[in-house]
């Protein structure tokens, strides 16, 4: 069997962050982030910094761990954006999901408080189908060090082809930071081999050419064109199910096509082409 299309996602090196700096010049550049995966600019003024409120901002975007990217944007640095966007005081935080903005506050809040302000927008961006995974900026001066012992026990699963113990491994991973982007793709990997083990080929795809609209179907079919490298026709046909189907049979549907997104790599031209022709889908 060809699993070339399973791309697992790499740990984050030593050192890496999920916080940037923009100015006039990078914007717009890093704004197209936004067509990928959620950000949250960070509007502030180099004049009077805030560093208690910047490190609760860039602690909650590391431990969301590419969930989404925080921007930082310092105003008096960037006359032209603050210009444009009509800023009128700072710190202003703001999400961004396909370009478009959204104020989420205004002020500085606990952390709390900023925490489900956040969670709100990653809620309405997996809505639409962006479950992109930001990537992180890397400290060069970070020591590179060697493997993460956190995954010693899936690692030793997947090598001895125990894909349902790979599963229960990767969620204990889960359970203790939700937000380990790591250990979700390793998860939706290892589930995709539990649910493929017993499929007959020829069976499934009769039952798929049979109703489009066969939810059961066609998830089995798209997992089977998934684990031999047909990415594109397994998308496809899970966004024509999604079409032809309303209520928990839909977002079944969706749900797994999010999960298959993570499977394949939620950078590839592939999945971004798909969650555009999601989002058309479902409105």
Excluded: C
């Amino acid at each position: 069997m060809d699993l070339s299309a399973l791309k697992p996602t790499p740990p984050p090196p030593p050192g890496a962050s999920w916080v940037v700096e923009a100015d006039d010049q990078s914007f717009e550049q890093v704004l197209g982030l936004s067509m990928q995966h959620p950000l949250v600019l960070e509007f502030w003024s180099s004049r009077a910094p805030d560093p208690q409120f910047a490190g609760v901002l860039t602690d909650l975007a590391n431990e969301a761990a590419g969930a989404y990217l925080l921007v930082r944007v310092d105003v008096d640095r960037a006359p032209t954006i603050a210009q444009a966007l009509q800023i009128q005081s700072v710190p202003l935080v703001v999400g961004v999901i396909a370009g478009q903005l959204a104020p989420l506050f205004q002020g500085t809040t606990d952390k709390a408080t900023a925490k489900t302000a956040i969670d709100q927008l990653l809620q309405v961006a997996a809505s639409n189908g962006l479950s992109g995974r930001a990537q992180p900026v890397v400290d060069p001066t970070a020591d590179a060090g060697g493997p993460d012992p956190r995954f010693d026990a899936a690692d030793a699963a997947l090598q001895q082809g125990d894909f349902a113990q790979a599963v229960v491994e990767f969620d204990k991973l889960l359970a203790a930071n939700p937000a380990d982007a790591e250990a979700a793709a390793g998860k939706a990997q290892a589930s995709l081999m539990v649910r493929i083990a017993d499929l007959d080929a020829a069976e499934t795809k009769a039952k798929a050419d049979a109703d489009a609209a066969d939810v059961d179907a066609q998830l089995a079919m798209a997992d089977l064109e998934i684990a031999t490298g047909r990415v594109v026709p397994a998308f496809d046909r899970i966004i024509e199910a999604i079409r032809l189907t309303s209520g928990k049979e839909r977002d079944r549907a969706r749900k797994r096509l999010l999960e298959l997104f993570e499977t394949v790599g939620a950078n590839e031209p592939a999945v971004l082409k798909a969650r555009r022709d999601l989002t058309t889908a479902l409105f």
